[in-house]
């Protein structure tokens, strides 16, 4: 009889525990300072439209406009209130875990996802940010928060050593077949391939940088591809609209530093998703990866989806005008879209 008495407080113990934490200020301070999206959770439940992102919907410059790309969109729709998911390197699958902890019962009719075609390749997906990322995500879990901070003590998570990402890195450069005869049949004998020079060429350099962002092939086995998958079901049982916007990428640099093979690998993975999921009656498929200009790239020398304020405008104009489809009585041109031919 004491054993199960001693076993009964001892679970009434815990169970009082598990309901207390959330509401102490001592699990809110943890949660600011290591997955503070989870406070973003409570604002887009009271918005109808929600953007997720990483760092390309930000001003990355000191620009005197520092407008973020979302809210550039949320200009069209001045009578919809807009709210964003955006951590830098950030992707799908972290997003995804986010948009889950949206209460059934919320304001959200549209999600606009951006997508980076960079983030189904394996630099992205072995970067070394990923374990802080999935640090982050334990707190996103749909566990109980006693539960969450216990697995996040015991690094409970993909908390894999850098040395151990490069390595996935560099073997699956070396070994993911491209459609391409020797040596651009793989990442890194691609990038052995003489040009501009020698390696230490900054030219050569970047060339090869964007072998590495954007040789590869995405199919359904594509962990990101997973991620969407399940972004596209949620979206679907929460009678969400879903707009994917596949992001612009510096096309006229790709193809001035390694050529057509190259950028055509680009245009048909971004083509690959919008066949995927154009079809379903709530998505709707953006494919802008050839939208912009070299000129509105801010970083010269890496592949990133960073944007000045011009192109960060002209990629949410055409956000904006797809909106319509299902928000159009509420559009509402801003001033400084009205000189611009977006449709």
Not at 176 to 188: A, D, G
């Amino acid at each position: 009889m004491g054993i199960i008495y001693r076993i009964s407080l001892f679970t009434l113990i815990l169970i009082t525990i598990g309901a207390l934490y959330p509401k102490s200020a001592a699990y809110k301070d943890f949660l600011w300072f290591e997955s503070d999206q989870f406070f973003q959770v409570d604002k887009v439940r009271n918005c109808e439209l929600i953007y997720t992102s990483a760092s390309s919907n930000f001003s990355q410059n000191k620009e005197s406009d520092q407008r973020k790309l979302s809210q550039f969109i949320d200009a069209f729709y001045p009578d919809l209130a807009m709210e964003a998911f955006n951590t830098p390197a950030s992707h799908l699958g972290y997003h995804y875990k986010l948009l889950r902890l949206i209460p059934e019962k919320s304001k959200v009719q549209t999600v606009i996802c951006a997508i980076n075609i960079r983030s189904f390749g394996a630099d992205w997906r072995n970067s070394e940010l990923e374990t802080t990322l999935n640090k982050q995500a334990v707190m996103y879990s749909q566990r109980p928060a006693i539960l969450n901070k216990l697995l996040l003590s015991l690094n409970a998570y993909d908390n894999k050593e850098i040395s151990e990402r490069v390595l996935d890195r560099t073997r699956e450069w070396n070994e993911e077949r491209l459609p391409y005869k020797n040596p651009q049949n793989s990442v890194n004998n691609w990038c052995r391939v003489e040009k501009w020079g020698d390696w230490q060429n900054p030219k050569r350099q970047l060339a090869d940088q964007f072998i590495k962002q954007y040789a590869f092939v995405i199919d359904e086995i594509n962990p990101r591809i997973q991620d969407l998958d399940a972004v596209v079901i949620l979206a679907k049982k929460r009678g969400w609209n879903l707009v994917l916007s596949i992001l612009p990428e510096n096309i006229e640099i790709a193809d001035s530093l390694v050529g057509n093979d190259l950028t055509n690998l680009i245009f048909a993975n971004s083509e690959w998703i919008k066949s995927r999921y154009s079809s379903q009656t709530h998505i709707t498929v953006l494919n802008n990866v050839n939208l912009l200009s070299s000129d509105h790239f801010t970083d010269k020398d890496f592949p990133t989806e960073h944007y000045d304020v011009e192109g960060r405008k002209i990629i949410a104009a055409y956000i904006a005008f797809a909106l319509r489809k299902n928000h159009g009585h509420l559009f509402s041109n801003p001033a400084w879209a009205s000189n611009h031919n977006f449709q």
